[in-house]
Structure formats: structure tokens, C-alpha cells
């Protein structure tokens, strides 16, 4: 990259001072990269225009979120501007979750089921569904936990939230499965794991990603979720395992799920109370996933196109 106009000049200090970089790195970027070639004083020092001074700030806020300079230091000005705009977009959504978050658990205080339905149809309308997932229903059903834990929320009060959340998943998982094509995952808890919101919302993830979500539900023999995946000729089968009291029970089910599952069918598992287990526990062709990313990745695997041969 060139530096751009004659006008003002600033010393690497004054531009060090001004974009938050050090000087050594100023020097570093020039001479690796050459992001900006600033003119030589009489005496060989860099002076830098008001243009340098500008991109190598785009730069420096770019490489802040994350993006390597190798990477972005031969981009246009414009291509640096969409990257930041993209973490501003980021920025005003995360204000929307927390108001919709805020919004639910204000229905849930006013007891107004109408409001609590309404506020979560919007997530789902205005956010893609991993930012629904990370940032408006998983902390709001945890804050309803800690309330109801201390007391401050009825058992009534959570299943309101619950079930509002379960039939907008519902819902959601039909219309995304009309469309859907391609390999299937089959959905459910093994028996005794009552909890199931953290599934559900897995499948509408993986649904909304254009696969084919078997939603079973909660509480399930392993043999009989076995049975279905093969019957609808499932890539995987996702379970989760919450109840930490239950691990014992939920590992011996797991062995039960691998013996009646084709070897190629993996059984992908997450949940709170895998933490407690080593991994070497899991049956073969386990696959332990932490979280969103770690489910996103495993989703892309499947819908990617197979490679040719
Ligand atoms: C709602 C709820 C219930 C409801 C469940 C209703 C339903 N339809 O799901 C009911 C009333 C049935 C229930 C029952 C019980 N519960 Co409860 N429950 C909760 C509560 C309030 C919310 C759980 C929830 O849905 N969270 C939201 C989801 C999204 O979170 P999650 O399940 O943890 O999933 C996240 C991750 O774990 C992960 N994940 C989960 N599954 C998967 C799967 C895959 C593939 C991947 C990639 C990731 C993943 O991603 C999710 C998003 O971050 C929590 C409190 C809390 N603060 O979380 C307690 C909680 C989970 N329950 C608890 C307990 C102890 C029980 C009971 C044993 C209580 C009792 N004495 O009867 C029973 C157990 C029933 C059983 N055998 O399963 C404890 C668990 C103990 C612990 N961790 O130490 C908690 C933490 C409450 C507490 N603070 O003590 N519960």
C-alpha cells in the first residue's frame, strides 16, 4: 500500500500516540508487509500524511478483532471499512439481544405468557439463530434457573418460558425442515435427562443450517433412538446431558446407543455434565462438543458439498 497526499506530516511518535500502535510495530508492518511508505525528512526520519495515519488505524482496529495483519494488510480501504462495519453490526445486535432478553424475563415477571411468545418469535425474527441461542435464550432460561433457585420465580413461571421457547423451536424446526435436504441428525436426551432446551435449540441450529433435524424430545430408551436413526438414515445422533446425578446412568445408555447404531453414525454430545467425565469414558465415535462453535463446525462438515473424485 502507497501513502497517499503531501499535506500535513507527523512524526512515528505522533502517529504512534495517535493510532495506539508502537513504534516498533509501525516499523515492523512497514518493513514486513508495507502497508504505508511514509516520506524521509532531511534527516531520514518518517513522516507520515494524514492518509497514512488513517489507514494504519483501520489496521489497528481491524488486527484488534482478531484478523492476522499478513491477512489484511493488502486490502482496500473499503475492504477494512466492511470488516469494521460488520463488528458494529455485531455491536447493535448484542444490544437487541439483551433488550429481547430483558423483554422475556419482564413477561415473566408480569406473568404475560402473550408478551413472553411475542418477545421470542422477535429473536428468532431479527437474529440468526446462534446469536437467539448464545445471547437471548441461554442467558435468560439461566437467569430463570438462579430466580426460581432463589426462590423468586415459580415453577410456573419457568415452565412459562419454557414451554414459549419449545413451541417457537417447534414451530421453527417444521418450517426449516420443508426446505431441508440432504443427511439427517436425530435430536433427543437419553432416559431419565428431562432437560431439553439445550437440544432443542441445537436442532433448530442445525435445521436452520439446511439439514434435516429429527427432534425426538426429552427422556428416551437408547434403543429406540438407535432404532429411529437408522430407520430415517441419520449421519449422527445429538444428545445432551445436563443432570450431572445422571451421568452414570446417561454413559451405560450411551454404550446401548452405540451398539445399535451403524459404526459411520456418530453420536455427537454435549451438555453441563459432560465436564465431570473423561473422555476416554465416551463410547468410540463420540464426538464432545463444547458449544455453538464446536456444533457449527461439525454442521458444516455434513452440508459441505463431498469433494470430487
Ligand atoms: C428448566 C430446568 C429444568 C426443567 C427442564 C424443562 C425442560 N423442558 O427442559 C425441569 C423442571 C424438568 C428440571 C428438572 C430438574 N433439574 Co433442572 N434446571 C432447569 C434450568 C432452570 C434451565 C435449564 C435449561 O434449559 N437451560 C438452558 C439450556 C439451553 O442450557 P443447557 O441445558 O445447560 O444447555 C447449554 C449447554 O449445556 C450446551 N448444551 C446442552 N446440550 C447440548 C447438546 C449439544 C449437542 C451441544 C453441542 C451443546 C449442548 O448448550 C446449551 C446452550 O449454552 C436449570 C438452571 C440453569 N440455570 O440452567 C436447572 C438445572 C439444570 N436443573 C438442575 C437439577 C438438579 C434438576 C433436577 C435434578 C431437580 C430435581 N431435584 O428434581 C431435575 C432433573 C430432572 C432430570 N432427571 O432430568 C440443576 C443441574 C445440577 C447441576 N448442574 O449441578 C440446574 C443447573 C439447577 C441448579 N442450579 O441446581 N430442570
Avoid at 86 to 104: F, H, K, N, T
Wanted: aromatic share 6%; with cysteine; proline share 6%.
Amino acid at each position: 500500500m502507497t501513502s497517499g497526499g503531501y499535506g500535513a506530516a507527523y512524526s512515528i511518535k505522533a502517529v504512534s500516540q495517535a493510532t495506539g500502535l508502537t513504534v516498533e510495530t509501525l516499523r515492523a508492518w512497514e518493513r514486513r508487509y508495507r502497508v504505508v511508505a511514509p516520506r524521509r525528512a532531511a534527516g531520514g526520519h518518517r513522516l507520515y500524511s494524514a492518509v497514512d495515519v488513517e489507514r494504519l488505524r483501520r489496521l489497528q482496529e481491524v488486527t484488534r478483532l482478531g484478523h492476522p495483519i499478513g491477512q489484511v494488510a493488502q486490502l482496500a480501504d473499503a475492504d477494512l471499512d466492511r470488516l469494521l462495519a460488520e463488528r458494529d453490526a455485531d455491536r447493535s445486535q448484542g444490544d437487541a439481544a439483551r433488550a429481547l432478553a430483558q423483554r422475556i424475563l419482564t413477561s415473566v415477571e408480569r406473568y404475560r405468557p402473550d408478551d413472553c411468545d411475542q418477545a421470542v418469535a422477535m429473536a428468532f425474527a431479527l437474529l440468526p439463530v446462534p446469536d437467539v441461542i448464545r445471547r437471548v435464550l441461554s442467558p435468560v432460561l439461566r437467569e430463570v434457573g438462579d430466580r426460581w433457585h432463589r426462590g423468586d420465580f415459580t415453577i410456573a413461571q419457568e415452565h412459562m418460558v419454557s414451554s414459549s421457547i419449545r413451541r417457537r423451536i417447534g414451530a421453527l424446526l417444521n418450517t426449516f425442515n420443508g426446505s431441508a435436504r440432504g443427511s439427517g441428525v436425530v435430536f433427543a436426551t437419553l432416559g431419565g435427562e428431562q432437560h431439553e432446551l439445550g437440544i432443542l435449540m441445537f436442532a433448530a441450529l442445525a435445521a436452520s443450517r439446511s439439514l434435516r433435524a429429527f427432534y425426538l424430545g426429552p427422556d428416551l430408551p437408547p434403543e429406540d433412538i438407535a432404532d429411529y436413526a437408522r430407520r430415517v438414515d441419520a449421519a449422527a445422533v445429538a444428545v445432551s446431558l445436563v443432570t450431572p446425578s445422571s451421568i452414570e446412568l446417561s454413559l451405560r445408555q450411551l454404550g446401548t446407543l452405540r451398539d445399535g447404531l451403524p459404526p459411520e453414525v456418530e453420536i455427537w454430545i454435549g451438555g453441563a455434565a459432560c465436564g465431570g467425565v473423561a473422555p476416554e469414558d465416551f463410547p468410540p465415535g463420540s464426538v464432545l462438543m463444547s458449544g455453538c462453535a464446536d456444533f457449527e463446525t461439525r454442521i458444516n462438515l455434513l452440508v459441505a458439498p463431498a469433494p470430487h473424485r
